[in-house]
Nanobody, 119 residues
Framework: QVQLVESGGGLVQAGGSLRLSCAAS????????MAWFRQAPGKERDRVAA????????YYADSVKGRFTITRDNAKNTVYLQMNSLKPEDTAVYYC????????????WGQGTQVTVSS
């Protein structure tokens, strides 16, 4: 069992930056693909970024390409989401998710952290 704990959310003005962190428990973090999802009120939960277990491969949704960067530090069991040039439409609850590298869906989820971008 893996536990994921997000931190770093908050209120920021449009154009500002935030860095989200997701700390994972367990000894096999380096075998987990990790991702960040977000869910705005009344909308579905969407994946915004993902990173492979090795950190060599990344994915970004079109809406965040060039503004968000996902990274991981396997020595610290932590994945990060650096968010720059934030827009009001980035306002959502952001969730960290993880799965073993051979899985096609995410099995572990954090509790979420609120990001609010004011205009």
């Amino acid at each position: 069992q893996v536990q994921l704990v997000e931190s770093g959310g908050g209120l920021v003005q449009a154009g500002g930056s935030l860095r989200l962190s997701c700390a994972a428990s367990g000894r096999t973090f380096n075998t987990y693909n990790m991702a960040w999802f977000r869910q705005a009120p009344g909308k579905e939960r969407d994946r915004v970024a993902a990173i492979s277990a090795s950190g060599l491969n990344t994915y970004y949704a079109d809406s965040v390409k060039g503004r968000f960067t996902i990274t991981r530090d396997n020595a610290k069991n932590t994945v990060y989401l650096q968010m720059n040039s934030l827009k009001p439409e980035d306002t959502a609850v952001y969730y960290c998710a993880g799965s073993q590298y051979y899985r096609t869906s995410y099995d572990y989820w954090g509790q979420g952290t609120q990001v609010t971008v004011s205009s």
